[in-house]
């Protein structure tokens, strides 16, 4: 086991298939010379060179139609793009083409590309620096989408997608990048996709999040505590597919759901689990699901920490859903 | 800016020994056959779908030399991106009649189990990729793939196909940018067929010729005559050989016409007079091909007429053969989402066979 940062386990997760597997090829904006404007590729244009770590020009639909390309001919291409925030240019590409391919050749073109993306608010971005995309992307059928938490898990997530045979949208709170630090197994180690993680048991409500909204819900459950109230945290992972059946024990022994997260609430990923929380766990709810995000707005500047979820609102939720 | 166009066949059927690809009497004859059964395929897929007993159908009458000539200058290994019009390249390619009209029908007889609307075909054993509607979406695809060939060093050249209408979208850009930055074995091949469902080329571009815009992404364009057969199977093999020797992208306008409609929703005389379709009606690639033919003593008159009813026959026969196979499974509907079906599809396909639809 060795400490990491959050961005140094996805470093290490990368070289580490690099050097396993030779069709492992990085392309995106900047990763190669420049090791990646948050350095998740440093060292690696060196060590593994300029073909297998593709700096590419400024056009993130070129990016993800290459990297499509390249998945069908049989490599395992893994594409950066810079900010999620960037991400639609390439929209058609995911949704109409990435998604669809092995769907519609009935599995004979399977495309596994992996897009790694920094998502989320907390480092002063602004509109275009800061967003949450994930509920396009689990709105459409086809793709699995991740987001790690902690440095563990980025390694063995990221190992995990980048062996898997579907495509995988593998979002990276980038507010954690360097202020998640934790043990990390050394040398391969996977993390499998569709298998949340209890990050702490409880008994009198369930606290369902992911990324960088964790280590909110432990900040809040910890304040939670003192009030007497037992909060279970469950850190999703892979927000789809699902781990459904983690979601249903947790509810259905606390009888209590807060989902939380940062992107704006509107047709969130937080409405599509309260209403799966719901039907599949009416009868053991003692109040209703609470949903705790951010504003329906675009992601402010001057105002971010007003926007983002803190232990505060979160904790706040959890005495009105445990007073109900 | 103007390019110069090229031609092989002359308006009298003889050949420009400079352009002359030199094909063998068994070679013409067999592009001579391709020809026919794609207009057969044509005429009879239109009468199916006005009948209804297909939804829809992408003709390419007009457009027979683009597609044959091009897609018989690919070699096994080589890799294919088509529109939804290539069924052309893809039948020279070797895919099957049988499966081009059994995706017609969506039902049991199609590989793709009734996943997508008719000329959405795919076949992975020669490297013919799954179509999509949206346009041009395949081109970056076509360059990551020639990527890829590079990297593991294999000796093939990848063919995109796309319509004039493909080069006004980004991903043509993006995908001609990198083409030329990487100097990927990536063929361009632009059936520019004057028309983008309605709007006519002019209005699609202003650069004189699409043949020009390869100029400012660093690599080569050629502009051929998309109804000669020969200039186009020249000109395209020249390019998958350059390609595959290492020399980089080729864009290639070929210089045709859609004489049908855009597809069988489409009524193009809203758009386009009469006149200007007779007029390209004159240099039916078909009949060109014919008259080459002639002239040259591969066939006589007699044989010609009964190619063309041979090739009639065996796209009836194709069609009777697919029709009756029966319809594609309820089951299938959630398969090939994911390699694995996941816990939500599995209960929703609980849902389908309770009934419904």
Same mark, same amino acid.
């Given at each position: 086991?060795?400490?990491?940062?959050?961005?140094?386990?996805?470093?290490?997760?990368?070289?580490?298939?690099?050097?396993?597997?030779?069709?492992?090829?990085?392309?995106?904006?900047?990763?190669?010379?420049?090791?990646?404007?948050?350095?998740?590729?440093?060292?690696?244009?060196?060590?593994?060179?300029?073909?297998?770590?593709?700096?590419?020009?400024?056009?993130?639909?070129?990016?993800?139609?290459?990297?499509?390309?390249?998945?069908?001919?049989?490599?395992?291409?893994?594409?950066?793009?810079?900010?999620?925030?960037?991400?639609?240019?390439?929209?058609?590409?995911?949704?109409s083409e990435?998604a669809k391919f092995r769907y519609r050749s009935a599995g004979q073109f399977p495309?596994?590309?992996?897009? #790694?993306?920094?998502?989320?608010?907390?480092?002063?971005?602004?509109?275009?620096?800061?967003?949450?995309?994930?509920?396009?992307?689990?709105?459409?059928a086809g793709?699995?989408?991740?987001?790690?938490?902690?440095?563990?898990?980025?390694?063995?997530?990221?190992?995990?997608?980048?062996?898997?045979?579907?495509?995988?949208?593998?979002?990276?709170?980038?507010?954690?990048?360097?202020?998640?630090?934790?043990?990390?197994?050394?040398?391969?180690?996977?993390?499998?996709?569709?298998?949340?993680?209890? =990050?702490?048991?409880?008994?009198?409500?369930?606290?369902?999040?992911?990324?960088?909204?964790?280590?909110?819900?432990?900040?809040?459950?910890?304040?939670?505590?003192?009030?007497?109230?037992?909060?279970?945290?469950?850190?999703? $992972?892979?927000?789809?597919?699902?781990?459904?059946?983690?979601?249903?024990?947790?509810?259905?022994?606390?009888?209590?759901?807060? =989902? *939380?997260?940062?992107?704006?609430?509107?047709?969130?990923?937080?409405?599509?689990?309260?209403?799966?929380?719901?039907?599949?766990?009416?009868?053991?709810?003692?109040?209703?699901?609470?949903?705790?995000?951010?504003?329906?707005?675009?992601?402010?500047?001057?105002?971010?920490?007003?926007?983002?979820?803190?232990?505060?609102?979160? *904790?706040?939720?959890?005495?009105?859903?445990?007073?109900? | 800016?103007?390019?110069?166009?090229?031609?092989?066949?002359?308006?009298?059927?003889?050949?420009?020994?400079?352009?002359?690809?030199?094909?063998?009497?068994?070679?013409?004859?067999?592009?001579? #056959?391709?020809?026919?059964?794609? #207009?057969?395929?044509?005429?009879?897929?239109?009468?199916?779908? $006005?009948?209804?007993?297909?939804g829809f159908?992408?003709?390419?009458?007009?457009?027979?030399?683009?597609?044959?000539?091009?897609?018989?200058?690919?070699?096994?290994?080589?890799?294919?991106?088509?529109?939804y019009?290539?069924?052309?390249?893809?039948?020279?390619?070797?895919?099957?009649?049988?499966s081009?009209?059994g995706q017609l029908f969506g039902n049991a007889s199609d590989a793709i189990k009734g996943h997508q609307m008719p000329n959405h075909w795919c076949d992975r054993?020669?490297?013919?990729?799954s179509v999509s509607s949206?346009?041009?979406?395949?081109?970056?695809?076509?360059?990551?793939?020639?990527?890829?060939?590079?990297?593991?060093?294999?000796?093939?050249?990848?063919?995109?196909?796309?319509?004039?209408?493909?080069?006004?979208?980004?991903?043509?850009?993006?995908?001609?940018?990198?083409?030329?930055?990487?100097?990927?074995?990536?063929?361009?091949?632009?059936?520019?067929?004057?028309?983008?469902?309605?709007?006519?080329?002019?209005?699609?571009?202003?650069?004189?010729?699409?043949?020009?815009?390869?100029?400012?992404?660093?690599?080569?364009? =050629?502009?051929?005559?998309?109804?000669?057969?020969?200039?186009?199977?020249?000109?395209? $093999?020249?390019?998958?050989?350059?390609?595959?020797?290492?020399?980089?992208?080729?864009?290639?306008?070929?210089?045709?016409?859609?004489?049908?409609?855009?597809?069988?929703?489409?009524?193009?005389?809203?758009?386009?007079?009469?006149?200007?379709?007779?007029?390209?009606?004159?240099?039916?690639? =078909?009949?060109?091909?014919?008259?080459?033919?002639? $002239?040259?003593?591969?066939?006589?008159?007699?044989?010609?007429?009964?190619?063309?009813?041979?090739?009639?026959?065996?796209?009836?026969?194709?069609?009777?053969?697919?029709?009756?196979?029966?319809p594609v499974s309820r089951e299938s509907l959630v398969e090939d989402v994911y390699?694995?079906?996941?816990?939500?599809l599995?209960?929703? #396909?609980?849902?389908?066979?309770?009934?419904?639809?």
């Amino acid at each position: 086991m060795a400490t990491m940062t959050l961005i140094q386990a996805i470093h290490d997760a990368l070289s580490g298939e690099m050097e396993r597997n030779p069709g492992v090829v990085l392309l995106g904006e900047d990763i190669g010379r420049n090791g990646g404007v948050f350095r998740a590729t440093e060292g690696l244009w060196e060590r593994f060179g300029p073909e297998r770590v593709i700096d590419t020009p400024l056009a993130e639909s070129g990016i993800v139609g290459m990297a499509i390309g390249m998945a069908l001919y049989g490599l395992r291409p893994i594409a950066e793009i810079q900010f999620a925030d960037f991400i639609y240019p390439a929209f058609e590409q995911i949704v109409s083409e990435l998604a669809k391919f092995r769907y519609r050749s009935a599995g004979q073109f399977p495309a596994p590309v992996v897009i #790694r993306a920094p998502s989320g608010g907390g480092i002063k971005g602004g509109l275009y620096h800061s967003q949450s995309p994930e509920a396009y992307f689990i709105h459409t059928a086809g793709l699995k989408v991740v987001m790690p938490s902690t440095p563990a898990d980025g390694k063995g997530l990221l190992t995990s997608a980048m062996r898997g045979p579907d495509p995988v949208i593998f979002l990276e709170p980038k507010a954690l990048y360097r202020t998640a630090k934790g043990e990390v197994p050394e040398g391969e180690y996977t993390v499998p996709l569709g298998k949340a993680r209890i =990050v702490r048991e409880g008994s009198d409500v369930s606290l369902i999040t992911y990324g960088a909204m964790v280590p909110v819900a432990e900040e809040a459950s910890g304040e939670g505590e003192k009030d007497g109230v037992s909060v279970e945290i469950i850190d999703l $992972r892979t927000l789809w597919p699902l781990d459904v059946g983690a979601v249903d024990r947790s509810v259905q022994k606390t009888g209590r759901a807060i =989902v *939380l997260h940062e992107a704006p609430r509107t047709c969130g990923f937080g409405a599509e689990l309260s209403a799966t929380i719901h039907e599949r766990s009416f009868l053991h709810l003692k109040a209703p699901v609470t949903r705790v995000t951010g504003f329906d707005t675009p992601f402010p500047y001057a105002l971010e920490k007003a926007y983002m979820p803190d232990a505060r609102r979160v *904790l706040d939720a959890i005495r009105q859903t445990v007073h109900y | 800016m103007e390019m110069p166009l090229l031609v092989a066949l002359r308006e009298d059927g003889s050949v420009d020994p400079a352009l002359d690809p030199a094909l063998g009497r068994e070679d013409l004859l067999f592009l001579f #056959r391709k020809m026919l059964l794609l #207009r057969a395929l044509d005429d009879k897929a239109v009468i199916l779908q $006005r009948a209804g007993r297909i939804g829809f159908y992408v003709p390419s009458s007009g457009q027979e030399a683009a597609e044959i000539g091009s897609g018989f200058a690919l070699k096994d290994g080589d890799w294919l991106f088509p529109s939804y019009r290539d069924q052309g390249a893809a039948l020279v390619r070797g895919y099957p009649l049988s499966s081009i009209v059994g995706q017609l029908f969506g039902n049991a007889s199609d590989a793709i189990k009734g996943h997508q609307m008719p000329n959405h075909w795919c076949d992975r054993s020669i490297n013919l990729v799954s179509v999509s509607s949206p346009v041009a979406t395949q081109l970056p695809q076509a360059v990551g793939a020639g990527y890829a060939a590079k990297l593991r060093g294999d000796n093939i050249a990848v063919i995109a196909y796309f319509g004039d209408g493909g080069t006004s979208t980004g991903d043509f850009h993006a995908a001609m940018n990198f083409a030329g930055v990487y100097g990927t074995p990536t063929v361009f091949f632009c059936s520019n067929n004057q028309y983008a469902i309605s709007l006519p080329v002019a209005r699609q571009t202003a650069s004189g010729s699409i043949a020009t815009k390869a100029a400012a992404y660093g690599f080569e364009g =050629v502009r051929v005559d998309g109804n000669d057969l020969l200039a186009v199977y020249g000109v395209t $093999r020249g390019a998958l050989e350059k390609a595959r020797a290492g020399g980089g992208p080729t864009l290639i306008e070929a210089l045709t016409y859609r004489m049908g409609p855009h597809s069988t929703s489409d009524d193009p005389t809203r758009y386009r007079p009469e006149e200007e379709r007779a007029d390209w009606a004159k240099r039916d690639p =078909v009949r060109r091909f014919a008259e080459h033919l002639l $002239r040259a003593g591969v066939v006589d008159g007699k044989t010609a007429e009964t190619l063309a009813e041979e090739a009639r026959e065996e796209v009836a026969r194709v069609v009777k053969e697919c029709e009756g196979a029966p319809p594609v499974s309820r089951e299938s509907l959630v398969e090939d989402v994911y390699a694995e079906t996941p816990w939500h599809l599995a209960e929703q #396909r609980k849902l389908l066979s309770r009934g419904g639809g």
